[in-house]
């Protein structure tokens, strides 16, 4: 196929084979995916997620392959918080027709690239013509045994609160990237993880299933800033959430970064979101690949080292 | 909350209280929903759909509700055609800034209503500003037992097709909107059926579950048009298909709008979509609920009456 062909070139069936072609699946192709047999006692799990050109990703940022590894990992994140295990992926696009078939091709060659860390398939999807180009992933797990799943409401107080993966990376690659576009200057290209951080975030996949299987409670993922998101945790369990500024401290990366840009790291640490973070709470120690980053205590609301957060804010959807 | 106000005015979290007050699921509101536990024996069915406004719908022909009823019915077809049952659903909203809330309620109104028909939930979703309205939903089912789910590649040689629902309403409603708008003249009240089969199509709760119960093999549902989705099925399965002119003829309604508009009925049955009729294939009798509307034989292709069909082209993605 010629690779400045256009979806309206080349009409929705090809479009079709492309991205099957790209993310193949022998659940694929019917009115409906049929999922392999759960393990007995299992439960399905089930999250979806928008991304809308220009608001969630930029093209001229992200490769398609970037932008169909993170749709992946922001929705896998949240079947992770749960402490279940992703299983596959449903993806619906509307596009304009003017769109090049390399650009689909690539968003489904990312979201396979990304599903085959968790053994999970693109099982499924729908592609129309719109004037702006959505992209829509449904994310689908099995949480296995009868423990109960890892809730926003399940945090206790006298636990710890814990934590897998970087935080304020992403945020601190979108500001590169609102500085310096795509192409950061050569005396920075030590900041290019950041960029990464931001344009294909990365989770070391099954480390839900690893926390619940170790007693976390608790679990969300850091995708709205992490002052909001364990805020909406304390709020819903009812307890006080404490994090400990050394633990949670700008590592030498962002200060790096907030140096090149002239700017306070912690904005993005305690603001930034999308960094898919998995955050817990436990009453035993840490998890494989989980630090200690906060505890639980009687009372309401978030502090750090005992204070009003200095930015508290996070991502607004309107 | 007042009725002219948008999503923009009252933010994000405002916005889903509204759609989880009106479409309630003790499964909703966490980072993924956790579904009650599947009968023993069951696999997950999953499909996903995107309606983009003035493509799929124009909200001055639909009300919110009939778009939020519309939108799972699509879904639930295509999980009823694996011969599956629905059991959840989750709703994905793009929308611009001014889309006024009430507009998102009557959208997660009309789906709860339709979901209550299967004792499905609206079980989660996402929300996100664009400046396009689009609306993705993601339906989820069971499979139960260890027969195997109804694909379009199981037609058999021998087996009569058989069909739930009515064939060219849904596309003869279109046209009737198309001429008149949503105010039908006095004169044509009687034609109103269609254009509720339009707006708002039903089917039969639970007749993809009683089709398999009753070994029908192969199934679809009539969503691009009848000699479209017939082909297919035919295509997959390595079969021809003749259609009885006789079962499919257009009924009286049909010919009354087809008067009053001066076209050809039969272009509605044979190409127009959106029905959802479920269309099935089987050696026994038809399955309580279904007709008989033709037979499969050895051969490719699709016939009416052994003849090349009048019209076939059907819904086109691009």
């Not at 091709?105 to 499924?124: D, M, P, Q």
């Not at 004037?131 to 992933?137: G, M, P, S, Y």
């Not at 290019?192 to 931001?198: C, G, M, T, V």
């Amino acid at each position: 196929m010629n690779l400045s062909q256009t979806l309206a070139d080349v009409g929705e069936q090809a479009v079709i084979r492309e991205i099957t072609a790209a993310a193949p699946s022998s659940l694929n192709g019917d009115d409906a995916a049929v999922l392999f047999a759960a393990p007995p006692n299992s439960r399905t799990v089930a999250s979806t997620d928008l991304m809308v050109d220009g608001r969630h990703f930029l093209r001229e940022w992200s490769t398609p392959r970037e932008i169909g590894k993170k749709a992946i990992l922001r929705n896998f994140a949240d079947i992770e918080a749960m402490g279940a295990r992703p299983v596959a992926a449903l993806l619906a696009i509307a596009a304009p027709g003017d769109t090049p078939v390399s650009f689909v091709r690539g968003v489904a060659k990312g979201i396979a690239e990304h599903c085959s860390f968790y053994n999970a398939e693109l099982v499924g999807g729908d592609i129309t013509k719109s004037d702006l180009l959505v992209i829509n992933i449904t994310a689908i797990g099995f949480l296995g045994g009868s423990r109960a799943a890892l809730t926003l409401d399940a945090a206790r107080t006298g636990q710890k609160v814990v934590a897998h993966g970087a935080i304020g990376h992403a945020a601190a690659g979108l500001s590169l990237l609102q500085r310096f576009g795509r192409d950061l200057p050569a005396e920075h290209a030590d900041l290019y993880p950041l960029i990464d951080a931001h344009c294909a975030p990365w989770l070391s996949p099954g480390r839900g299933v690893i926390a619940r299987a170790a007693e976390v409670t608790a679990m969300t993922d850091n995708s709205d800033g992490l002052i909001q998101d364990c805020g909406t945790m304390a709020q819903r369990s009812g307890v006080h959430i404490d994090l400990d500024a050394d633990a949670i401290q700008p590592d030498p990366l962002l200060h790096a970064a907030a140096a090149v840009l002239d700017c306070d790291p912690w904005q993005w640490v305690l603001a930034g979101g999308e960094d898919h973070t998995l955050i817990g709470t436990t009453a035993k120690q840490a998890p494989s690949g989980f630090r200690e980053i906060g505890t639980v205590s009687r009372g309401s609301g978030i502090t750090v080292d005992g204070q009003r957060p200095r930015y508290a804010e996070g991502w607004a959807g309107f």
